[in-house]
């Protein structure tokens, strides 16, 4: 406990810390002059000068910490997100590894796959509204498909970028099958998984808003998700609202992304040493 809490304040003090918090302040005064701009200056600056204050949008952040639909908002994103997500794991990489390790299958299912790939998940929504039974069902399928596709294909290249020589030698050593997938095939793939769900991730959290916007938030009551609380926002007139909703996002996914690769260090410590 004392060496986590060592190495968290060293981390905190650390100059890509320091880096990481000039670079935020001097974001924001940029923003607050840029949006203040007709006030101080006299014009107003191009795209900016129509942005929101930071101060003003901390304003309304502040007031929306003790919204209930707010906070349903976000509780309802997450568990979409995470829905999709976790669902896009279990099927893809098992399909991926199979891909990469039997030729037939991989003949058999990698035209169709790359033929689906390209298709852009929001794509998606029109179809998965007609046939899902319910919106929250489509939403969840449509964020299922953000990070399937991206799983599956980092799984399939980190599968078949192993060394041959890898196999020989076990195969010398009188491996079995199973063998070789558990101590060759599947420690080398994970590092093409923890970035395949790292990217996947970033993406489901795009997808899931998309999607909330255009069906409507789902069957849900007050809070919608935060992509419908970004629209209501808009349709409202409250623009402060509508980027304290993208933030909300940003750090949303940001923490999710995080606790991926702090998940994926644990999952692969020989990287860790280089």
């Not at 980027?243 to 991926?260: D, H, K, N, Q």
Request: hydrophobic fraction near 50%.
């Amino acid at each position: 406990m004392q060496k986590s809490m060592t190495r968290l304040r060293k981390k905190l003090v650390s100059r890509a810390s320091l880096r990481a918090f000039i670079s935020l302040v001097t974001f924001l005064v940029l923003w607050e002059i840029g949006s203040r701009s007709k006030e101080w200056l006299g014009y107003s600056l191009p795209w900016i000068g129509q942005v929101p204050a930071p101060s003003a949008v901390l304003r309304v952040w502040a007031g929306l910490l003790t919204n209930q639909g707010y906070w349903e908002s976000w509780y309802l994103s997450l568990v979409r997100v995470l829905a999709g997500f976790i669902a896009a794991m279990v099927i893809g990489i098992p399909l991926g590894l199979l891909m990469a390790v039997s030729k037939t299958f991989n003949g058999l299912s990698f035209p169709s796959f790359e033929v689906l790939r390209p298709i852009p998940p929001l794509a998606w929504v029109p179809v998965s509204i007609i046939f899902w039974p319910t919106q929250e069902l489509s939403i969840a399928f449509v964020t299922f498909l953000g990070a399937f596709f991206t799983v599956v294909i980092n799984v399939v290249g980190g599968a078949k970028s192993i060394d041959s020589r890898y196999f020989q030698a076990a195969q010398a050593m009188g491996a079995s099958q199973w063998d070789i997938f558990r101590r060759v095939v599947l420690p080398a793939t994970l590092p093409s998984i923890v970035v395949g769900s790292s990217v996947g991730m970033g993406i489901t959290w795009n997808v899931v808003v998309a999607a909330e916007m255009i069906s409507g938030g789902g069957n849900s009551g007050s809070g919608g998700g935060l992509g419908f609380f970004i629209w209501n926002s808009y349709v409202g007139g409250s623009y402060e609202q509508i980027v304290v909703g993208m933030i909300s996002i940003g750090i949303a996914g940001f923490a999710c992304s995080e606790i991926l690769r702090a998940v994926g260090g644990l999952s692969t410590p020989w990287l860790q040493k280089r």
